[in-house]
């Protein structure tokens, strides 16, 4: 069980859209739908902003929106905000009860 | 509104066993679909599952840690725990308690930090 990938980090302009992606195997990310995001402010706890690939939890900006593709998830924020700046965290259901987080990307906001 | 609230030591000497609990309030622990987790983070790095168990005592555990980790729940404190034997400086890291539904983590305790250091 390997750690998902995630770039390290990620830029962007106020008011741009960035993604990040997250990228695993077919045993975690790709056979299942059970993706989600994290977003985690320095020094807090961190927050689902979107799980089983796509769905958001109540109170969640829909600025937020994830998909999948293959092995592949992402995670897109649009009309960036100075707030948005955090790290972010891929997990995805592994097989046999077990879960895998990735490895965070670093969001900054220019 | 579930809260969660972790508790143990903050230094542990390396080869002895980290014990941390986690008490939920807002909510009986025994109630719902939820299964109640361990999460460790080790400064500036990422997150890293520990394992889960559900009310009805099922476990599971990270491989990578299977043979070290204990999880236990106690329904009549609402409070679940969780043991690490054998433990290192790399298990240095804040550990936070979280639940909700299948692996998605809706609630998150704000997290302690357990220092292995003789």
């Known amino acids: 069980q390997s750690a998902l990938t995630q770039p390290a980090s990620v830029s962007g302009s106020p008011g741009q859209s960035i993604t990040i992606s997250c990228t695993g195997t077919?045993?975690?990310?790709?056979?299942?739908?059970?993706v989600s995001w994290y977003q985690q402010h320095p020094g807090k706890a961190p927050k689902l902003m979107i799980y089983?690939?796509?769905k958001r939890p109540s109170g969640v900006s829909n600025r937020f929106s994830g998909s999948k593709s293959g092995n592949t998830a992402s995670l897109t924020i649009s009309g960036l905000q100075a707030e948005d700046e955090a790290d972010y965290y891929c997990c995805s259901y592994a097989g046999s009860s077990t879960w895998v987080f990735g490895g965070g990307t670093k969001l900054t906001v220019l | 509104q579930v809260q969660l609230q972790e508790s143990g030591p903050g230094l542990v000497k390396p080869s002895q066993t980290l014990s941390l609990t986690c008490t939920v309030s807002?909510?009986?622990?025994?109630?719902?679909?939820?299964?109640w987790s361990w999460i460790r983070q080790p400064a500036g790095k990422g997150l890293e599952w520990i394992g889960r168990i559900y009310t009805s005592g099922s476990t599971n555990y990270n491989p990578s840690l299977k043979s070290r980790v204990t999880i236990s729940v106690d329904t009549s404190k609402n409070q679940f725990s969780l043991k690490l034997s054998s433990v290192t400086a790399a298990d240095t890291a804040v550990y936070y308690c979280?639940?909700?539904?299948?692996?998605?983590?809706?609630?998150w305790g704000q997290g302690t930090l357990v220092t292995v250091s003789s």
């Open positions: 077919s045993s975690d990310v790709g056979g299942y739908n059970y």
């Open positions: 807002g909510g009986s622990i025994s109630s719902g679909s939820y299964y």
């Open positions: 979280a639940t909700g539904g299948g692996g998605s983590y809706y609630y």
């Open positions: 089983d690939v796509s």
